[in-house]
T-cell receptor
Framework: KQEVTQIPAALSVPEGENLVLNCSFT??????LQWFRQDPGKGLTSLLL?????REQTSGRLNASLDKSSGRSTLYIAASQPGDSATYLCAVNLRRTGANNLFFGTGTRLTVIP | DAGVIQSPRHEVTEMGQEVTLRCKPI?????LFWYRQTMMRGLELLIY????????DSGMPEDRFSAKMPNASFSTLKIQPSEPRDSAVYFCASTEGGDSGNTIYFGEGSWLTVV
């Protein structure tokens, strides 16, 4: 069974710092990996999606990388801002079709201190 | 579009009572998902529908849980009878098309507390 782990569970950084969130998965036979953001009391918002054939994806200050062979992904946030405070979850999808069938990690709760 | 709409946002109920959670997916989306989120187990897929038909309900924890999708714009998740261990946030999500690369949209969740 696919297991997705995120370390650390919580992280606090001062504003302006660059940071890296980690995600690891046990079964490397994934089709894609997604990073989501969850604000307190809210649902999840998709941030980045990396296909298994890709090494990284970028969106603004966010950069996600994928090393499928080692079962790892990172989410890099540059020049962090207080508005980045949220829980970040990664999720892997094992199939191309049949829509999203995601296995989620338990998330990293990020606090950016002004 | 207003996004995925869930109701109620919060519910507190007594053990043994029936709970019905509701979801309106984004118009035009043909896949609908029900997830449960707890501190201990994180996010788990309970069931998903394609064109109103349940495709995979292997995540439904037990017979007390049931889900229906009578039409393309409405789905329910019912718990009967409810138990304290059912306390969690229940999310509905929808997506368009069968490619797993399509964006999935989540509602804001229904926060259930069973006392």
């Amino acid at each position: 069974k696919q297991e997705v782990t995120q370390i650390p569970a919580a992280l606090s950084v001062p504003e302006g710092e660059n940071l890296v969130l980690n995600c690891s998965f046990t079964d490397s036979a994934i089709y894609n990996l997604q990073w989501f953001r969850q604000d307190p009391g809210k649902g999840l918002t998709s941030l980045l999606l990396i296909q298994s054939s890709q090494r990284e994806q970028t969106s603004g200050r966010l950069n996600a990388s994928l090393d499928k062979s080692s079962g790892r992904s990172t989410l890099y946030i540059a020049a962090s801002q207080p508005g980045d405070s949220a829980t970040y979850l990664c999720a892997v999808n094992l199939r191309r079709t049949g829509a999203n069938n995601l296995f989620f990690g338990t998330g990293t709760r990020l606090t950016v201190i002004p | 579009d207003a996004g995925v709409i869930q109701s109620p946002r919060h519910e507190v109920t007594e053990m043994g009572q029936e709970v019905t959670l509701r979801c309106k997916p984004i118009s035009g989306h043909d896949y609908l998902f029900w997830y449960r989120q707890t501190m201990m187990r994180g996010l788990e897929l309970l069931i998903y529908f394609n064109n109103n038909v349940p495709i995979d309900d292997s995540g439904m924890p037990e017979d007390r849980f049931s889900a229906k999708m009578p039409n393309a714009s409405f789905s329910t998740l019912k718990i009967q009878p409810s138990e304290p261990r059912d306390s969690a946030v229940y999310f509905c999500a929808s997506t368009e098309g069968g490619d797993s690369g399509n964006t999935i949209y989540f509602g804001e969740g229904s926060w259930l507390t069973v006392v």
